[in-house]
């Protein structure tokens, strides 16, 4: 799981974690909550609110910049020489670990906690102290308490999965699911071990684990994995070991809180099509304190990283705090009924480690007949990890799982997915594996289009059918920089080397919009920016203001080849490379030469001169 908070609007700063392998950015939340999934990005301390208005015009939107920051950054790491041990002492005071946390702790602690947290991605040297047991505060929101249960619910099987996690995190969480479980209801735990190499993980859990047993033969099982197969089949295979008629899947960083259980049980007996996640709350992976989230939906952006949504108009209309909210997606640990779990096909297994698996189960459950839900008075506080162990060539991971969701659920708006991630739609040269079996099983549960899902399930998703070319932009006159949005605290757009990461992606619309940058996930986030002629410069306006306002963002970008193709007797709109060409100002953005800019080269717009850009990608043919 890797959602974390983000916002709209937000003024930020990085800091490089000495001796991490990732950063961590502070980013500010601006006034609408919001969140973001990123493995990247966490938030940290807020800025005070006065930056929000003063920056409207020119708004600093790190969360577009961050996949290029972290890419400046870990070259800043590969190249910055290994510090010599003795030195490695200054290292400690700049870690985020101490930022609120073991000021007075001996330098000798200090090591030791930093190297676990290093290792964890989580305080294991403070988690090692404290109690298994140890009190969290109440949550739920008030009416919660008063609800009232049937008698008789099914009974639930808990499933933790791990790979090398510290032994004190996960017997809090078995802990904290005994305790805050009501003993008849919790029919067993079972516990997925990944490969871990972690030594601790194989005699202690063990010796742990038969004690337990010896009181209650075969409460806890054990799945252990003799390789890796990352948290999508580690689920899977905890399921399959599973025997109760509910299954609750976690990871096993967590702790449940009071009466986690019977809302959730509830409305499974109800209906069991239901797939339910519990409210999250975060465990700070620094000091252990719990900071409670505000109440929130699943959902995902269009690389399919999950993010939280504010929940729908429709459940605040409901004025009830405790009401189930709709939920487009899934973050990743959720309850579901056994056998149901199995007909609508587990989760995809064809998908490698992690990511995109939590969407998938959201837009199938949803496409096939079920439903998915969070319920506000069920909540499981869970560490946010400033790291986590799969994080290897994680991105390229959920890239190839987003395209296998693509493929087969998504129907004509798969090229949503290629154009946030901004590879060509055909050959993409990513090999995402065999899908017939995942295509055979929506063919036989009859399921609904994606487009019935965006709009009845998740309509604050952004379309955008009106993109015909995407990729990166190069010019004619030096093709090895690209068109690319600037510093994170402009909207002046550059050239630049090309990288082709998010800040240099463009996308040109059937209305002759250029747009730079990440794709806007949903309308709660920030629009997408256009480039603007103002003033006889090139700036990037947010699209909607500048329409608003009636600003130049049309531009005319090569001819439109109209000719008919023999085979499909269809007009093809195809591009060449040409010109743009600003429809009012009939000005041209192009190059001019400077020996002051860093590449020689500087963006203008002037009196076409003829120049010729091109885009990598061509998407769509109009028929006629
Ligand atoms: C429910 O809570 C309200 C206050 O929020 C209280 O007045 C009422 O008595 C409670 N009802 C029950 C059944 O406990
Ligand atoms: C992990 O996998 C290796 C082989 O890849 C195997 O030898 C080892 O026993 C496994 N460890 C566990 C705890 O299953
Ligand atoms: C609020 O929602 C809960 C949970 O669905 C339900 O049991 C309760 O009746 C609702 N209260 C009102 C006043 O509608
Ligand atoms: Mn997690």
């Known amino acids: 799981m890797v959602c974390t908070r983000k916002t709209k609007t937000l003024v930020s700063t990085c800091v490089i974690l000495s001796g991490m392998t990732n950063i961590i950015c502070l980013l500010y939340v601006g006034w609408v909550t919001n969140y973001i999934a990123s493995v990247y990005v966490r938030v940290q301390e807020p800025v005070p609110d006065k930056k929000l208005d003063e920056d409207k015009g020119d708004t600093l939107r790190i969360i577009e910049r961050l996949d290029h920051l972290e890419n400046v950054i870990k070259q800043h790491i590969q190249e910055a020489p290994a510090k010599p041990e003795e030195s490695a002492a200054e290292a400690f005071t700049d870690s985020s670990l101490f930022a609120h946390w073991g000021q007075d702790l001996s330098p000798e602690s200090r090591r030791i906690a930093l190297k676990q947290f290093q290792y964890y991605g989580y305080n294991a040297y403070l988690s090692d102290r404290l109690p298994l047991d140890r009190p969290l505060p109440d949550l739920r929101p008030n009416g919660c308490r008063n609800l009232s249960f049937p008698d008789s619910l ?145 959902g995902f952006d269009w690389e399919l990283w999950c993010r939280y949504l504010n929940p729908p108009k429709s459940w605040w209309k409901l004025e009830n705090s405790t009401a189930p909210i709709r939920s487009p997606a899934l973050i990743g640990c959720f309850i579901v009924d056994r056998q149901y779990f199995q007909e609508i096909g587990l989760l995809d297994e064809g998908m490698e480690v992690y990511g995109g698996e939590n969407v998938e189960l959201g837009i199938r459950v949803w496409q096939c007949g079920g439903s998915v839900e969070v319920l506000p008075c069920s909540r499981i506080a869970h560490i946010e990890r400033a790291h986590k162990p799969y994080t290897e060539d ?36 990513i090999d995402i594996g065999d899908i017939s079996t995942r295509k055979a099983l929506r063919k036989k549960l009859q399921c609904k289009t994606f487009r019935w899902y965006l709009v009845s399930v998740y309509p604050e998703m952004r379309m955008y059918s009106d993109i015909i070319a995407y990729g990166v932009l190069q010019n004619s006159l030096k093709s090895d920089l690209c068109l690319d949005q600037g510093p994170d605290t402009e909207n002046v757009p550059i050239m630049y080397l090309c990288h082709g990461m998010t800040p240099q992606n463009v996308y040109y619309t059937s209305s002759q919009q250029l747009q730079l940058g990440v794709l806007s996930p949903t309308v709660d986030d920030d629009d997408n920016r256009c ?62 030469e400077n020996s002051d800019n860093e590449f020689g080269f500087q963006l203008v717009l002037q009196k076409c001169s003829g120049q010729h850009w091109s885009i990598t990608n061509i998407l769509r043919s109009l028929s006629s």
């Open 531 to 592: 480039l603007v002629d103002v003033n006889s410069r090139p700036r990037l306006i947010e699209c909607s203001y500048a329409k608003a306002k009636r600003m130049k963002l049309h531009w005319h970008f090569s001819q439109l080849l109209c000719c008919t193709d023999p085979l499909t007797r269809l007009s093809a709109l195809t591009f060449q490379e040409g010109p743009i060409q600003n429809q009012r100002s009939k000005r041209c953005l192009e190059l001019q």
């Open 154 to 298: 099914p009974e639930v099987s808990i499933v933790f999965i791990f790979v090398n996690e510290a032994l004190s995190v996960i017997l809090r969480s078995i802990h904290s699911a005994i305790d805050r479980t009501p003993p008849h209801l919790l029919k067993e735990i079972i516990l997925v071990d990944d490969n871990s190499s972690n030594e601790e993980l194989k005699e202690k859990l063990k010796d742990y684990v038969d004690k337990v047993n010896a009181h209650k033969p075969g409460f806890i099982k054990v799945v252990r994995h003799n390789k890796q197969e990352g948290l999508i089949r580690s689920r899977v295979s905890g399921w399959r070991a599973a025997t109760a008629p509910v299954v609750a899947l976690f990871d096993a960083h967590v702790e449940f809180n009071v009466g986690w259980a019977e809302p959730v049980l509830t409305r499974i007996k109800e209906n069991r099509k239901r797939i339910i996640s519990p409210s999250f709350d975060n465990i700070k992976y620094d000091n252990f304190e719990i900071e409670e989230y505000p109440l929130a939906a699943q």
């Open 394 to 429: 994680l991105t390229a991971h959920v890239r190839r799982n987003a395209l296998r969701v693509a493929e087969v659920w998504m129907d004509e708006f798969k090229s949503h997915v290629y154009m946030a991630w901004n590879i060509p739609l055909e050959d993409p040269g």
